[in-house]
């Protein structure tokens, strides 16, 4: 079965602090993706990252960071100095092959200046 | 560059009527399209998805359809809308290249069921 949690139902910061998203997930499968999307206030998703499960390599793209950690099944997510218009629900998100994908309830991150 | 349209943006609809929101993708040909349904403050649920022209499976059943009638075209249905169907309506849409799959969503339609 998938199984994506985050246990983070809503988190708020100051301008400029780092904060850092949590995810795990479960799967059986040796093959799957892991995804990460922003949800603005004006309710598009946005699509962030895609890994694949045999590349554990951590990846930094601006001020977004990912740590995937398939020991402990996460894929955690860091804003470093986080800004206003960082603000929004983040989901992460699981797809097995031949599977759908599979949210996360979300993590509500409200950045306050 | 491919593109997701949605519409209408926002719908308020009365018990009992019926409902059709429709998406479009355009840059693309032959993709996999799928209909989710966000509920205020909560995570998404697949409703629908196809992977091709009048191919639909259904992941809950419920008093929604939905029907491709052509490759890039997406409409979700419903005959008598329940206040239960009050959510946030969004479509995404896909390629498969050797199984690497990421879905991009639409803007989606917020329907309100009064």
């Known amino acids: 079965a998938q199984k994506v949690t985050q246990a983070q139902t809503e988190i708020s910061v100051v301008e400029k602090e780092d904060v850092t998203l949590d995810c795990v997930y479960e799967?059986?499968?040796?093959?799957?993706?892991l995804f990460w999307y922003k949800q603005p206030p004006s309710g598009e998703l946005v699509f962030l990252i895609r890994r694949n499960s045999f590349d554990e390599q951590n990846e930094i793209s601006g001020r977004y960071s990912w740590n995937f950690q398939k020991s402990t099944s996460s894929f955690n997510f860091t804003i470093t100095a986080s800004q206003v218009v960082d603000s929004a629900v983040y989901f992460c998100?699981?797809?097995?092959?031949?599977?759908?994908?599979?949210f996360g309830a979300g993590t509500r991150l409200t950045v306050k200046p | 560059s491919q593109t997701i349209h949605q519409w209408p943006a926002t719908l308020v609809q009365p018990v009992g009527s019926p409902l059709s929101l429709e998406c479009t993708v355009e840059g693309t040909s032959n993709p996999n399209l799928y209909w989710y349904r966000q509920a205020a403050g909560r995570g998404l649920q697949l409703l629908f998805y196809s992977v091709g022209i009048g191919q639909i499976s259904s992941e809950v059943p419920q008093n929604l359809s939905a029907s491709r009638p052509q490759d890039r075209q997406f409409i979700l249905s419903s005959k008598k809308l329940l206040l239960s169907d009050s959510g946030f309506y969004l479509c995404?849409?896909?390629?498969?290249?050797?199984?690497?799959?990421?879905?991009?969503f639409g803007p989606g339609t917020r329907l309100l069921v009064l």
């Open positions: 998100a699981l797809k097995e092959n031949n599977n759908d994908m599979r």
């Open positions: 995404a849409w896909s390629v498969n290249l050797f199984g690497l799959e990421t879905q991009y």
């Open positions: 799967t059986r499968d040796t093959t799957y993706y």
